[in-house]
C-alpha cells in the first residue's frame, strides 16, 4: 500500500508540474511532438557542527542562518567518530522528473536506489540515489478544463489538473504516459577551515 501511495503521490506531482515548473514551456509549442517534459533542480547547503553524541548518534548542527537542529544518524553511517565539533557539512539535493508517452499498454511501476558510503576510518561521505519508475494510462482528457483522469498499474486512478496546454494538446485517452522521478543526495564532512 505504502509503494501504492508513493507512485500515486510522484505522479501527482508530476503532473502538477507541467504548471508549476520554474522552466517555461516553450513559446510556441509544435503539437505534432509527441510529449516529452523535464524538470530538475539542484540546491547545495551547509552547516556546522555544534555537538555530536556518538551513544546516541545525534549530531547537532546550526545553518549559515544560525538556526540549531539535531539529527539522528543512521548505524550505515560507521564514520560518524571522526565527526567532531566544528566540521563543517555540506549536502547537495538534486531531483529530476521527466514525463513523456511510454509504448500503449506498457506497464512500470519501479524503485532503484543506490548507496555509497565513505570508506571507514574517513571523513563521514555518502551519495544516495533513487529513482522510481512509474506508468499510467489516461483514462479521460478534459481539454476545457486542463483535466486528465489517469489509471495507475495497481488499479487506483485520480484527476490531476494540467495548467499547460501544449502539454495536453498532446495526449488523449487510451495513451500511456511514464513518469520518471530522480533524487539524489551527496553529503560530505569536511573539517573547520583554521584562522589565519
Given at each position: 500500500m505504502k509503494s501504492a501511495c508513493k507512485v500515486l503521490v510522484i505522479a501527482l506531482?508530476?503532473?502538477?508540474?507541467?504548471?508549476?515548473?520554474?522552466?517555461?514551456?516553450?513559446?510556441?509549442?509544435?503539437?505534432?511532438?509527441?510529449?516529452?517534459?523535464?524538470?530538475?533542480?539542484?540546491?547545495?547547503?551547509?552547516?556546522?557542527?555544534?555537538?555530536?553524541?556518538?551513544?546516541?548518534?545525534?549530531?547537532?548542527?546550526?545553518?549559515?542562518?544560525?538556526?540549531?537542529?539535531?539529527?539522528?544518524?543512521?548505524?550505515?553511517?560507521?564514520?560518524?567518530?571522526?565527526?567532531?565539533?566544528?566540521?563543517?557539512?555540506?549536502?547537495?539535493?538534486?531531483?529530476?522528473?521527466?514525463?513523456?508517452?511510454?509504448?500503449?499498454?506498457?506497464?512500470?511501476?519501479?524503485?532503484?536506489?543506490?548507496?555509497a558510503t565513505a570508506k571507514p576510518g574517513s571523513k563521514p561521505q555518502g551519495v544516495g540515489v533513487a529513482q522510481t519508475i512509474v506508468t499510467a494510462k489516461i483514462l479521460a482528457v478534459d481539454k476545457p478544463n486542463q483535466l486528465v483522469k489517469l489509471e495507475f498499474v495497481d488499479g487506483t486512478d485520480v484527476v490531476v489538473k494540467v495548467q499547460n496546454p501544449a502539454n495536453i494538446d498532446k495526449v488523449k485517452a487510451g495513451d500511456t504516459i511514464a513518469i520518471s522521478y530522480i533524487e539524489a543526495v551527496d553529503i560530505a564532512v569536511t573539517k573547520k577551515a583554521k584562522r589565519k
Open positions: 506531482l508530476a503532473l502538477n508540474m507541467f504548471a508549476c515548473s520554474k522552466t517555461p514551456p516553450p513559446p510556441a509549442p509544435d503539437t505534432t511532438t509527441p510529449l516529452t517534459w523535464q524538470s530538475s533542480e539542484l540546491k547545495t547547503t551547509v552547516a556546522t557542527v555544534t555537538a555530536v553524541n556518538l551513544k546516541a548518534r545525534k549530531v547537532t548542527l546550526r545553518s549559515p542562518e544560525g538556526r540549531s537542529f539535531t539529527i539522528h544518524v543512521g548505524k550505515e553511517a560507521v564514520n560518524l567518530p571522526q565527526v567532531k565539533k566544528g566540521d563543517v557539512i555540506t549536502v547537495t539535493f538534486s531531483r529530476e522528473l521527466e514525463v513523456f508517452l511510454a509504448e500503449p499498454g506498457e506497464q512500470l511501476n519501479e524503485q532503484t536506489v543506490v548507496l
